[in-house]
């Protein structure tokens, strides 16, 4: 522990160079790791730009089975409406009606749909649930389910 | 859709889920709002007269057959309010329908929404047609059969009414004529006969309602909505309805009577109901017999028996002419 000043010298000239060597060697290996990330991104960059042409330039076929396994996909709506999915028996065993039958139902649902919205309006099921929720609490002679027309009190007179 | 949920209608329609339920409550509204009234009424005099002829076809001559009614369960899930009140004899949380259909299985008054555990005879006493009933069948002319002779050879007769077929959990008045549980008819009896004829008829609101929930699948699981919204299940429900009477005016019956057509004594000349006997129960208070007006059943049994003694049988027999049909 008692070291002359010249052997102390010489090990922190020794340490202060270990020290320089260890961060000398962290830097090149950060670089290698980062010129190794760019060569890799400027090839995937090549590739999806490859990729890219070649989608553009070539139209890809989707098959009705690959339709199927999109999400959001109006495929079979549209088979649905018209006519290719089904044969009529399929259809009326899948949906116990004509097409036809769909077809009216479907358009009046759409037309209803088109302008629900602005003949109903939003708030009237917050209204009967609320109206509702009153009306429950009584659980005896069905207070509750006597009461469900008053639910009704947004609907024509002969559904009240 | 078949009864699939927001999320899978989203997908097969390739529009957002909140589209979608944004979509069926503005749907049921408007349906309810512009095309019930349209499509869900009583029939008036000139269409009730036509359909008692088609009636009468159905059941061999029994004349003044307005229509059926029977309850149907729509299976919910549980709402969080008064819960017990929705569990039928099974336990399960369900929602009973009321229907009254006529001659070509449409709706022609519905009472939905009432309890699971409600009987029959119990939703129908308390429904708005149970106060119509009476006056809207009495403007209907009677039809006078012959029911037997006063000893001298002088023939008997006696009117029928206007009447509405029901099962056997109705209680027997001149308006309703219940068809016998089948526990209760010996086979071979007058009375097997008349039910016969009876169920030959009252078939047709149980296709009524199996043709509703084949078309509509979303009322054989339990509907999701009722647990938070019950009023607006309710409308579901009755908006689904319209949409059955919707399908038939718009001529949709191809292959309807094919699958349902009944025959008579293929119908089977017992009524069987499985909720009858909770409902038997349930409606202890519900009048069996109104023997002071006599009831339209009994005129019918009266009938039959008189074409027994006559002609010497009661099958394929015109029940108005005798004659074979």
């Known amino acids: 522990m008692f070291l002359d000043s010249n052997r102390r010298r010489a090990l922190f000239v020794a340490y202060v160079f270990l020290l320089l060597a260890t961060l000398r060697i962290q830097k090149q290996m950060e670089q290698a790791r980062v010129a190794r990330l760019r060569r890799r991104q400027s090839r995937m960059l090549i590739a999806s730009f490859v990729c890219a ?23 079979w709506i549209n088979g649905v409406r018209d006519g290719t999915l089904y044969t009529p028996l399929e259809f009326y065993k899948q949906f116990r009606m004509t097409r036809d039958g769909f077809l009216m139902l479907y358009r009046i649902l759409s037309m209803v749909c088109s302008h ?25 002679s069905y207070h509750g389910i006597a009461l469900t027309c008053n639910a009704w009190d947004e609907l024509p007179e002969c559904f009240r | 859709m078949h009864g699939m949920s927001y999320l899978n209608v989203s997908d097969k329609l390739a529009i957002g889920p909140t589209s979608v339920c944004r979509c069926v409550h503005e749907c049921t509204n408007a349906v309810l709002q512009h095309m019930y009234h349209v499509h869900v009424r009583l029939p008036n005099h000139q269409e009730a007269t036509r359909d008692m002829e088609e009636w009468s076809k159905a059941t061999d001559g029994i004349p003044g057959i307005i229509g ?29 329908v009321q229907a009254l259909i006529d001659v070509r299985r449409r709706f022609i008054d519905l009472d939905v929404g009432w309890p699971g555990c409600l009987g029959d005879a119990g939703i129908f006493r308390r429904s708005q047609l149970a106060k119509i009933h009476s006056p809207y069948l009495q403007q209907f002319d009677t039809t006078p059969v012959v029911t037997g002779d006063d000893g001298l050879g002088n023939p008997t007769t006696q009117e029928i009414p206007a009447f509405i077929l029901t099962d056997s959990a109705y209680p027997s008045t001149p308006e309703l004529v219940p068809t016998y549980h089948f526990k209760k008819v010996r086979p071979g009896s007058i009375d097997a006969k008349l039910n016969q004829r009876l169920s030959a008829g009252r078939a047709k609101v149980e296709n009524a309602f199996a043709t509703l929930k084949g078309r509509f699948r979303i009322l054989n699981q339990p509907l999701l909505c009722a647990s938070e919204d019950l009023p607006f299940a309710i409308r579901l429900v009755a908006a689904i309805c319209v949409l059955h009477n919707f399908l038939i005016d718009v001529g949709d019956i191809q292959g309807v009577d094919d699958l349902y057509q009944v025959k ?24 069996d017999a109104n023997d002071e007006q006599g009831n339209t059943k009994d005129i019918l049994l009266r009938r039959l028996k008189y074409l027994h003694e006559t002609i010497g049988q009661t099958e394929k027999v015109h029940f108005l002419t005798g004659l074979e049909v």
């Not at chain 1, 309006?121 to 659980?139: E, I, P, V």
């Open chain 1, 53 to 75: 042409i070649v989608s553009t330039g070539l139209t890809c076929p989707v098959t009705p089975r690959s339709q199927w396994t999109l999400l959001r996909s109006p495929h």
């Open chain 1, 116 to 140: 629900g919205y602005r003949l109903t309006g939003r708030t009237t099921h917050h209204q009967t649930r609320h109206q509702l929720s009153g009306c429950h609490s009584a659980r005896d």
């Open chain 2, 68 to 96: 059926a009614i029977d309850c149907t369960e729509i299976p919910i899930r549980r709402p969080l309010s008064n819960k017990e009140d929705f569990l039928n004899r099974k336990g399960l949380p369900m929602i009973k």
């Open chain 2, 264 to 287: 008579m004594g293929s119908a089977g000349g017992e009524d069987v109901d499985e909720n009858d006997d909770t409902a038997d129960a349930m409606d202890d208070d519900m009048p």
